[in-house]
């Protein structure tokens, strides 16, 4: 199976912040490289599919980059509301298993 | 609007089984490959399993292989995970999603609110 590192596991920063989270592939996936966010007690929500598409309703100030096995979240300028923890998802083995990343918790 | 609404978590003992299921509604059923993705308590996300949309394929992470069953109703817009030989490292909250795919990616797209299956004595 494919595997998945983040970094860092834990981030403080304040509101206003420039903010990156990395993940890294055990192996080439090209850029079939999914990030989600989760707030506590809630499911979690896609943010960003095929390494640098944003999904629809997410705001501007999220972005993702990369391709092959290093791929990067960025945050522009951190809201209140972005608080939360960040998973990378890989979905390049073809619906099996889709591994995710260990998670990143952004903090205050 | 795609819902998705697990039912079925609780207390079991290990060993026992449960049968989770998730009702679909907001979106044609029978189009979309459907996942489990679970979360155990102050954990990370572990993709479980998934099925095509016809029922005819479907794939485990190996450490439910052989214990749990992924199966689908699509004349009732119905998923479900059978879930045996349950063991205290099953614990967790149990998401039901849907699989979306496009030009650049497959991703869970939508999520459900998740059901919490607790596997102690």
Known sequence: DIQMTQSPSSLSASVGDRVTITCRASQSISSYLNWYQQKPGKAPKLLIYGASSLQSGVPSRFSGSGSGTDFTLTISSLQPEDFATYFCQQSYSNRRPYTFGQGTKLEI | ?121
């Not at chain 2, 450490?63 to 030989?85: E, H, P, W, Y």
């Not at chain 2, 496009?102 to 102690?120: D, K, P």
Request: proline share 2%.
């Open chain 2, 1 to 121: 609007e795609v819902q998705l609404v697990e039912s079925g978590g609780g207390l079991v003992q290990p060993g026992g089984s449960l049968r989770l299921s998730c009702a679909a509604s907001g979106f044609t059923f029978s189009r979309y490959w459907m996942s489990w993705v679970r979360q155990a308590p102050g954990k990370g996300l572990e993709w479980v399993a998934n099925i095509k949309h016809d029922g005819s394929e479907n794939s485990y992470v190996d450490s439910v292989k052989g214990r749990f069953t992924i199966s689908r109703d699509n004349a009732k817009n119905s998923l479900f995970l059978q879930m045996n030989s349950l063991r205290a490292e099953d614990t967790a909250v149990y998401y039901c999603t849907r699989d979306d795919c496009s030009f650049a990616s497959c991703f869970q797209g939508s999520w459900g609110q998740g059901a919490l299956v607790t596997v102690s004595s």
